[in-house]
Every structure is written in C-alpha cells, then in structure tokens.
C-alpha cells in the first residue's frame, strides 16, 4: 500500500466514523402482549430514554389486555355479568371510555361494528383461547340471539354509571380494543415528547412523524397469512389495521367459517378475505377493518364514507384487489405478479 492509497482509507474511515456518529440512535423493541407481538420503534431515541418507556407501555398493554378481555375474567368480565340484570351499576373508569367510543363508531357504521354481539361471537366458539373446531351452530340458536337484536344503543351511560335495556347485550370489544390501546400508547409516547415512532401490534399499527430522511415502510399482510401482501410508506401519523378471514376461523364439511360475524345474519360474513383500512386514528382503523370486511365487496364505500376513514385496499375471496384512488399510488406489491387492481370511486 503507499502512503497515498493509505492516506486516502484514513481519510475514508474518519468520514465513515463521521458519519456514524451523526445518525440518529433508533430504538427498536418488541414485547408480548395483547396476545400478539407487539413492535414499537422510536426513531432519535436511545436505548437509555427508549427501554424505560417502551417497558412502561408493556404495562399498559398488559392492563388494558386483561381489563378490557372478553373471555377472561376481569372488570369486562364483571360488567358483562351485570348487564342482563338491567340495573344500574358502575363502570370502572379504564371501561368507560372505550364503551363511549365504540357507541360512536358502531353507530357510524350503521351497526355492522357491533361489539354487543358477544353472545353470537361466543355461540361459534370464538370467545375462546383456542380456535373452535365446529360444528357450526343452529339456525334457531343463532336466531334466538338475533330476535332479540343486541345492540350499543341499549346501553346508557349516565356519568360513571351504566346500564342495558336488553339482557341479549354482551360486550366483546375483540374488533376495536387492540386500536384503542395502539392509541393509548403513542399518546403515552407523544406525552414523553417522542415524535418519530411506529408501534405496530401484529401487523396493524399506528406511525407518527418519519424515520429520519424517509417516511416509515411497512407491510400490509398478506390475507392468507402468507408474508408480505404489500408496503406502503407512512408518515405524519397514521393508522394502517387489517381485518381478514385467516386470523381465525374452523372448516367445518369443507367451508370455512371465521370470525367476524355479520351482526344482520349472525353468521361469519361473506365474500372478503381481506380489508386494510387508513385513518387517522388506530381505533377508527380498528372498528372500521371490521365493519367494511362485514359490508363486503360491493357495499363498503358508503361505510367509509360515513366512518370517516381516509382509504381502504380490499382483497375478496377470488383475490380481486380494491383500492381507493388515494392508496393506489402509495402501495408498492411485494409480488413477481401483482393482481387485478379496481380503483373505486373516491372517499
Ligand atoms: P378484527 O380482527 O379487528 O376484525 O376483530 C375481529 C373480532 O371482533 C372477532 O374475533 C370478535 O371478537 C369481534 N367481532 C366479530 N364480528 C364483529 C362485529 N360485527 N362487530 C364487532 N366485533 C366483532
Ligand atoms: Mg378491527
């Protein structure tokens, strides 16, 4: 080597280390809860700042999972127990908002979000930790629960006090509960002064600001649970949540039943495998994947509309892709061979 070739390298290394030291530390966690893996990333942050808060979140995951769970006892539990006496009784204060705010958004939706259905969910043995294997259950069970039209309109709230004109209302709050608590966290985090951070739940996340020069990448899943559907960059802050029919579902004599149940029929709703929605905040995400994937494939733009969502990309079960105009420019296929794209009519 001679001297200028090795002058040259230290001059290289010296910009290199130069450069090291400029980039923004990143800090990267992921943590079990919720029943899921939990991803938070907070961009400009060490790991002194980053571990303490993203172990604070932890605990407010954890609380929230077993406060608010449908099945396992706890206050949601102890509220559900109550209703059907149709007194009038307390709600603990972690309960109360997360009623009022699905009371809004179910009404938005024309009732098709409807976590009062907790009885029907339970009748096809999805309130339960492992996937129920059938069969399906009757007609008449199913319609005993349906006449008697279960809905959050038979709650009333009177400051910290609640109760239900119908004994059929049964909370289960499985379509809205993990948005509501992604919110909770970047709350938590803005409130510590982070302004760059993804925390993404199982794929359905929430991002606010960017990833340095960039904005955040993320990935859209694929609807048969097969990797990467496609990825989208976010940035400002945005919610991005997929609802699909291969979370959870049994097959039952070659057909597939799954677990978001349309609240009309009472039965596993048709002709969608997928729906990821946008918005602005990750709740409204949340109950509104699971609305539209009940509207189905041609009915689900007026349910946008009215949940004020800000696009939506639909895949149904022949694998057709919709998407509104919005979101086509911004989604890039991780596939050799992407599908057929419908470009709706805008939001
Ligand atoms: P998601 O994956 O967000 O669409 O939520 C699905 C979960 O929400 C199910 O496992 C049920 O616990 C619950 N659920 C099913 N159907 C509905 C519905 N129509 N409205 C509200 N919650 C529902
Ligand atoms: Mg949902």
């Not at 096809?124 to 809905?151: V, Y």
């Not at 009333?156 to 993990?178: C, E, M, Q, T």
């Not at 004599?253 to 997928?274: F, T, W």
């Amino acid at each position: 080597m001679n001297v200028i070739t090795a002058r040259l390298l230290t001059a290289l290394l010296l910009v290199s280390l130069v450069a090291c030291e400029r980039r923004p530390p990143e800090y990267h966690e992921q943590l079990l809860v919720f029943g899921t893996v939990v991803d938070v990333k907070l961009y400009g942050v060490d790991a002194k700042r980053g571990a303490p808060l993203v172990a604070q979140l932890a605990e407010d995951f954890e609380y929230m999972h077993e406060t608010w769970h449908a099945w396992h006892p706890g206050s949601l539990g102890r509220v559900n127990q109550l209703l059907p006496s149709g007194a009038t009784f307390a709600v603990g204060p972690s309960l109360l908002p997360l009623i009022k705010r699905s009371q809004e958004l179910s009404a938005r939706s024309g009732g098709l979000f409807n976590p009062a259905i907790g009885k029907l969910i339970a009748l096809w043995g999805f309130a339960s930790d492992e996937p129920p294997s059938g069969p399906p259950p009757t007609e008449a069970q199913i319609r005993a629960i349906l006449d008697s039209k279960p809905a959050m309109t038979d709650l009333h709230l009177d400051g910290i006090n609640i109760r239900s004109d119908n004994p059929a209302v049964k909370l289960d709050f499985g379509a809205f509960a993990k948005g509501y608590a992604v919110d909770r966290a970047i709350e938590r985090l803005r409130e510590a002064g982070i302004v760059d951070a993804v925390v993404n739940a199982g794929g359905d996340l929430r991002a606010i600001g960017r990833h340095g020069q960039r904005p955040w990448r993320i990935g859209i899943r694929h609807p048969r649970g097969e990797g990467i559907l496609a990825s989208v960059e976010v940035e400002g802050d945005e919610s991005v949540f997929t609802s699909g029919d291969y979370e959870r579902y049994f097959d039952w004599q070659g057909k597939r039943y799954d677990h978001i149940i349309d609240p009309r029929s009472g039965r596993p709703a048709k002709g969608l495998s997928s729906v990821t929605v946008f918005a602005d905040q990750a709740d409204l995400a949340d109950a509104a994947a699971t609305a539209l994937f009940v509207a189905g494939p041609k009915d689900w733009l007026p349910v946008a509309r009215a949940m004020g969502v800000s696009g939506v990309m639909l895949v149904d079960d022949a694998g057709n892709v919709q998407m509104t105009p919005g979101i086509r420019e911004r989604i890039h296929f991780e596939m050799d061979e992407p599908p057929p794209v419908v470009i709706s009519e805008a939001l």
